[in-house]
């Protein structure tokens, strides 16, 4: 292999290393061992031991991430580059640098005028008079905003969903008992990609300055690795993500509960976990609501209406969750169920919030209100309910 050209394009990332005009490194045209793996990205991140290289391996299905010295991250890309990638893309505020690796030990190094002319902002979210700041590095790391902070076009619906989720999570905070804490423990269950999960973090540690600890809790193997990687990163010591169903996750001491858009009667576990758990604020936006429409019976009057899909789904999404409303309420919540974020960002937008309570409503009259609905419509099973009899049931049998 040509040795010049490689040696000239890892001496020039060096150099901009050194001299502080890196914006950030692209390898590609993988031919490595890994068949799944695609490229690599570099970008710097702002840590507590300093200025880091980040590492994003980016795959097919996944993505994984890595912090590493400038040394070692030099070190690393000397031993990728030619070996398992065979192009790679530097830019500097002072060039752009295009490597390509051929056939026959042969390699093209090509110098063109800089892309960027200024470094992108290297610090966290740390600005105390916005509750999501576009530069935090979470952020880019997940894909939600460019180096320079800026949102992507396809990300726009994500960051008002982003937004309006910290909104909303800051004033129920605001208006319940946890008001006045200085720690707190929250649980989300079903974090995904984790959007909500790092702003959420981020909002409580770095702008209210509280002593918070979140878990994100996933199926997928995948993201929690993803997740982790980047929470490390980030340097969010207090924010980890753990592989698992939300049904067989025990809860214990924790504040806030989060389960958003859990599939079906996920939400429903995720509801009796927090109620179980005694959470003061059990915070849920409902999704793929399949459990009870499949047993409604129309009554006569509606025997018309009903007989239209769209209606009969429309209906039994309503009737879910106001059951789930009516059913915290009997545990001693006080409820709001809302439009979470406008219907042309995502069409799953209703979410419930379960404020807890000092003292029950009259929780006999609730039960008779939940027993007329489900008879109304000839509903058996409403998963929530069946949870909660069942640990009354295992209470009682104890006592």
């Keep these: 292999m040509s040795i010049e050209n490689v040696e000239k394009f890892i001496s020039e990332f060096a150099r901009s290393l050194h001299e502080e005009t890196f914006v950030k490194?692209?390898?590609?045209?993988?031919k490595g061992a890994d068949t799944h793996l695609q490229k690599l990205l570099l970008r710097l991140v702002e840590t507590k031991k300093g200025t880091r290289l980040f590492f994003l391996y980016r795959y097919d299905m996944r993505d994984t991430a890595?912090?590493?010295?400038?040394?070692?991250?030099?070190?690393?890309?000397?031993?990728?580059?030619?070996?398992?990638?065979?192009?790679?893309?530097?830019f500097t505020t002072e060039n752009d640098f295009q490597l390509d690796i051929g056939k026959k030990d042969k390699s093209r190094l090509n110098v063109a005028k800089p892309t960027f002319k200024t470094k992108p902002t290297l610090e966290h979210n740390r600005e105390k008079q916005v509750q999501v700041n576009p530069n935090a590095f979470y952020l880019k790391a997940l894909g939600i905003t460019t180096d320079r902070g800026e949102i992507r076009d396809k990300q726009?619906?994500?960051?008002?969903?982003?937004?309006?989720?910290?909104?909303?999570?800051?004033?129920?905070?605001?208006?319940s008992n946890l008001k006045d804490k200085k720690s707190l423990n929250i649980v989300d269950m079903g974090s995904g990609k984790g959007y909500l999960t790092f702003a959420a973090y981020d909002f409580f540690k770095n702008i209210r300055g509280l002593d918070v600890k979140i878990t994100g809790i996933d199926t997928k193997q995948e993201l929690v690795g993803l997740c982790n990687d980047i929470a490390k990163a980030s340097e969010f010591e207090d924010l980890k993500f753990v592989n698992g169903w939300i049904g067989d996750y025990e809860l214990q001491d924790v504040d806030i509960l989060?389960?958003?858009?859990?599939?079906?009667?996920?939400?429903?576990?995720?509801?009796?976990?927090?109620?179980?758990?005694?959470?003061?604020?059990?915070?849920?936006a409902p999704c793929c609501h399949q459990e009870i429409r499949p047993q409604i019976k129309p009554p006569e009057m509606f025997r018309n209406v009903f007989k239209h899909g769209i209606m009969l789904e429309r209906e039994a999404e309503s009737i879910t969750d106001g059951l789930r409303a009516l059913l915290l309420e009997k545990s001693g919540y006080s409820t709001k169920l809302f439009e979470?974020?406008?219907?042309?960002?995502?069409?799953?937008?209703?979410?419930?919030?379960?404020?807890?309570?000092?003292?029950?409503?009259?929780?006999?009259?609730?039960?008779?209100q939940i027993n007329s609905i489900k008879d109304f419509y000839g509903i058996k099973e409403q998963r929530l309910e069946s949870l909660l009899d069942g640990d009354q049931l295992i209470k009682k049998s104890v006592l």
């Excluded at 996920?266 to 009796?272: E, G, K, S, Y």
């Design 156 to 175: 726009q619906d994500k960051w008002r969903q982003i937004n309006k989720f910290v909104e909303t999570l800051s004033s129920l905070f605001d208006k």
């Design 66 to 90: 890595k912090n590493h010295d400038f040394t070692e991250g030099t070190k690393i890309i000397r031993e990728l580059l030619g070996k398992d990638f065979f192009s790679g893309h530097l």
């Design 25 to 30: 490194m692209t390898l590609g045209n993988y």
């Design 258 to 284: 989060i389960a958003l858009h859990a599939c079906n009667t996920a939400t429903d576990d995720a509801i009796f976990k927090g109620i179980k758990a005694e959470a003061d604020l059990i915070v849920v």
């Design 340 to 368: 979470f974020i406008s219907t042309e960002h995502t069409p799953k937008n209703n979410m419930i919030v379960g404020t807890k309570q000092a003292k029950k409503d009259d929780t006999e009259k609730i039960a008779e």
